[in-house]
């Protein structure tokens, strides 16, 4: 009789998953999230940077974003995620976690292709800082995303999708004005 009892909790034990377990695949979810946001930073960095001025501000239609303002739509993001999963964006941005507007806002500026480049560079340092010093713990967390709960983890991989999905976005923008993706050259 002893003997199917050992072997049951020696099962259990093993199967349920361990605190350590759990934060040793925490800390990789967020490695493997900085080691893509690293990635797509180089290429919307040296896309942008490829981009002639004179086609900095092209647009495949009306109403439609152009090539500088998706710089600044990802530069704006790059600090309201955090700011909504509770790391403040720089005061000088104006941007608030809890006020999309304030994103907006700064995204709506209309810099000189250098300048805005330079704000998203400086955005994805602010990003990097913010997803690296986010604990384990802080990922379930439960936190408001545009009036929906959600957790800390969900918004960190929202940021990087949003990221890629940009990415597409500036590719397809390049190409059609006759730019090559610095990495496919």
């Not at 495949?60 to 704006?76: D, K, L, N, Q």
Request: hydrophobic share 45%; no cysteine.
């Amino acid at each position: 009789m002893r003997r199917p009892i050992a072997f049951t909790l020696a099962a259990v034990a093993l199967l349920a998953p361990s605190a350590t377990r759990v934060a040793a695949q925490s800390d990789k979810l967020v490695a493997d999230l900085m080691a893509d946001v690293d990635e797509v930073e180089k290429k919307l960095v040296g896309l942008a940077k490829k981009m002639p001025a004179d086609k900095f501000d092209w647009r495949p239609g009306t109403g439609v974003r152009s090539f500088a303002e998706v710089v600044m739509h990802v530069a704006a993001d790059n600090y309201f995620i955090p700011a909504m999963v509770g790391v403040a964006a720089d005061a000088s941005t104006g941007i608030k976690g809890e006020d999309y507007k304030t994103a907006v806002a700064y995204e709506q500026r209309k810099l000189a292709r250098d300048a805005a480049i330079a704000e998203m560079e400086k955005s994805f340092a602010h990003l990097k800082k913010a997803l690296q010093n986010t604990s384990t713990a802080r990922l379930s967390e439960s936190i408001n995303m545009f009036g929906q709960t959600s957790t800390v983890q969900k918004t960190w991989i929202l940021a990087a999708t949003h990221l890629h999905e940009h990415l597409g976005q500036m590719i397809a923008y390049a190409r059609t004005s006759g730019v090559v993706p610095p990495w496919s050259q």
